[in-house]
């Protein structure tokens, strides 16, 4: 999702303020409010200061993203401000860290609302991105970094091929024709700054990155990108599930040959050249695309579930391992094989404060996830309850040995129900997802 088209210029700007609650102010005063003649500035900054005591908008790498639904006639309202020095707010630490504040105002109507939060906060997750912006020596140069940021493009900088990275793409192409490959799926994390693909020729290219800003190719051959959030560090795990991913937003199908390029992040070396046929990869538990999703559920909510799942799995909790379950589907469809073990911790909010979408509760998520059972989310990725336990019947499937009730459950649930759920391991940190009672290993 490309959020340039709501930036205006004359609404990014210096901080001069000293506390977080001036600082909504200042950005209030740059909104132009006028054309929205019902909207007052003071009770709008009353409203998003009174949000911020309950809930913290801060995401950490020094960001806040304060946000509102009004009534106005515009989608989405955006003022950006830099504070290089910190805010004060109720003598919280977080906020001497705060660097840069992005202020979205957003229209009650707009369905699309937590998507541009979680959109906003995939952007500027990347500290260096951060800091490269906060010390941007003029505010003209700051607004087109904001600019180019908001729109998924950063330039490139060529120097970073070599004769080697050179030879793999010039021997990756040569491969992809004689394997008869459709895509060239290219891991863009492995460089630094930017990459040159011109050694793919024609060949049409995917980009996966999980950096703060999206890359662009000029004059390339590159007509999709997969953003991911984290990744397994097994190399083959990292391609099963930007596969994945790809599949279910439509980037990729069935059909398709992949001829996937990786290397170590960061590393500005190509090392990996795999051939992925992805019916073959994925018949164990898809035969088509229908198959890919239940009708409910929404893609970005299932990749939010597995970007989370897999944090879980390559962090733990604390330091410590962590097991859990997550069940997407029809919650009316899965109540009859649902039973509370706790009193469920989401019921009571609102829809929206309790979105898998909205980038403030995935550490809710982690936190509850050390309780005994499974999360029940909704196709539209609402948490429906946590602490829930499974007793689908028992239908005919398999599992491997050493897999114990969490996975059963998944599995059972999985093909009583149109429903997909995905496991965390808590010994061996595997993350697997379950779709009609078939099991996908992903890390």
């Given at each position: 999702?490309?959020?340039?088209?709501?930036?205006?210029?004359?609404?990014?700007?210096?901080?001069?303020?000293?506390?977080?609650?001036?600082?909504?102010?200042?950005l209030?005063?740059?909104?132009?409010?006028?054309?929205?003649?019902?909207?007052?500035?003071?009770?709008?900054q009353?409203?998003?200061?009174?949000?911020?005591?309950?809930?913290?908008?801060?995401?950490?790498?020094?960001?806040?993203?304060?946000?509102?639904?009004?009534?106005?006639?515009?989608?989405?309202?955006?003022?950006?401000?830099?504070?290089?020095?910190?805010?004060?707010?109720?003598?919280?630490?977080?906020?001497?860290?705060?660097?840069?504040?992005?202020?979205l105002?957003?229209?009650?109507?707009?369905?699309?609302?937590?998507?541009?939060?979680?959109?906003?906060?995939?952007?500027?997750?990347?500290?260096?991105?951060?800091?490269n912006?906060?010390?941007?020596?003029?505010?003209?140069?700051?607004?087109?970094?904001?600019?180019?940021?908001?729109?998924?493009?950063?330039?490139?900088?060529?120097?970073?091929?070599?004769?080697?990275?050179?030879?793999?793409?010039?021997?990756?192409?040569?491969?992809?024709?004689?394997?008869?490959?459709?895509?060239?799926?290219?891991?863009?994390?492995?460089?630094?700054?930017?990459?040159?693909?011109?050694?793919?020729?024609?060949?049409?290219?995917?980009?996966?990155?999980?950096?703060?800003s999206?890359?662009?190719q000029?004059?390339?051959?590159?007509?999709?990108?997969?953003?991911?959030r984290?990744?397994?560090?097994?190399?083959l795990?990292?391609?099963?599930?930007?596969?994945?991913?790809?599949?279910?937003?439509?980037?990729?199908?069935f059909?398709?040959?992949?001829?996937?390029?990786?290397?170590?992040?960061?590393?500005?070396?190509f090392?990996?050249?795999?051939?992925?046929?992805?019916?073959?990869?994925?018949?164990?538990?898809?035969?088509?695309?229908?198959?890919?999703?239940?009708?409910?559920?929404?893609?970005?909510?299932?990749?939010?579930?597995l970007?989370?799942?897999?944090?879980?799995?390559?962090?733990?909790?604390?330091?410590?391992?962590?097991?859990?379950?997550?069940?997407?589907?029809?919650?009316?469809?899965?109540?009859?094989?649902?039973?509370?073990?706790?009193?469920?911790?989401?019921?009571?909010?609102?829809?929206?404060?309790?979105?898998i979408?909205?980038?403030?509760?995935?550490?809710?998520v982690?936190?509850?996830?050390?309780?005994?059972?499974?999360f029940?989310?909704?196709?539209?990725?609402?948490?429906?309850?946590?602490?829930?336990?499974?007793?689908?019947?028992?239908?005919?499937?398999?599992?491997?040995?050493?897999?114990?009730?969490?996975?059963?459950?998944?599995?059972?649930?999985?093909?009583?129900?149109?429903?997909?759920?995905?496991?965390?391991?808590?010994?061996?940190?595997?993350?697997?997802?379950?779709?009609?009672?078939?099991?996908?290993?992903l890390?």
């Amino acid at each position: 999702m490309y959020l340039d088209r709501y930036l205006a210029e004359n609404r990014i700007i210096d901080i001069k303020s000293k506390t977080f609650d001036e600082a909504i102010e200042e950005l209030l005063r740059v909104c132009n409010l006028k054309v929205e003649n019902h909207l007052i500035k003071e009770e709008l900054q009353k409203s998003i200061i009174e949000r911020e005591k309950n809930m913290t908008t801060y995401l950490g790498h020094g960001i806040a993203l304060p946000h509102l639904r009004v009534s106005m006639k515009r989608p989405y309202i955006f003022a950006i401000g830099r504070c290089p020095k910190g805010l004060e707010f109720q003598g919280m630490d977080e906020y001497r860290e705060l660097r840069l504040i992005f202020l979205l105002l957003a229209g009650e109507k707009e369905k699309n609302y937590l998507t541009v939060l979680s959109t906003m906060a995939r952007i500027f997750q990347n500290q260096d991105l951060i800091q490269n912006l906060v010390n941007t020596p003029n505010m003209k140069e700051f607004r087109g970094k904001i600019k180019k940021a908001f729109s998924g493009t950063i330039s490139i900088d060529k120097s970073n091929s070599n004769k080697f990275n050179r030879l793999i793409l010039k021997e990756s192409a040569k491969i992809a024709k004689g394997a008869n490959c459709t895509r060239a799926m290219v891991f863009a994390d492995t460089f630094s700054a930017g990459l040159d693909l011109t050694g793919l020729g024609s060949l049409k290219t995917v980009l996966v990155t999980q950096s703060a800003s999206d890359y662009f190719q000029e004059g390339g051959a590159v007509d999709s990108i997969i953003a991911v959030r984290s990744f397994s560090k097994n190399r083959l795990s990292q391609m099963r599930s930007a596969v994945l991913i790809g599949l279910s937003r439509g980037i990729l199908n069935f059909n398709d040959k992949l001829c996937c390029i990786a290397g170590n992040p960061n590393s500005n070396q190509f090392d990996t050249v795999v051939v992925i046929d992805i019916a073959k990869e994925f018949q164990i538990i898809f035969n088509h695309h229908s198959d890919m999703l239940p009708s409910s559920v929404k893609p970005e909510v299932l990749e939010r579930a597995l970007a989370i799942a897999t944090e879980l799995a390559v962090e733990g909790r604390e330091g410590k391992p962590i097991g859990c379950l997550f069940v997407i589907g029809d919650a009316k469809a899965l109540k009859p094989f649902t039973k509370p073990l706790v009193l469920n911790p989401f019921y009571g909010y609102k829809d929206e404060d309790r979105n898998i979408l909205n980038p403030f509760m995935d550490e809710t998520v982690k936190e509850f996830s050390t309780i005994d059972g499974a999360f029940i989310i909704r196709g539209d990725g609402v948490l429906d309850s946590a602490g829930t336990l499974i007793y689908a019947p028992d239908f005919a499937y398999e599992l491997p040995g050493g897999l114990g009730s969490r996975h059963a459950a998944a599995a059972a649930i999985s093909k009583a129900t149109d429903c997909i759920s995905i496991t965390v391991s808590a010994s061996t940190r595997q993350v697997t997802i379950f779709r009609r009672g078939q099991m996908l290993p992903l890390i």
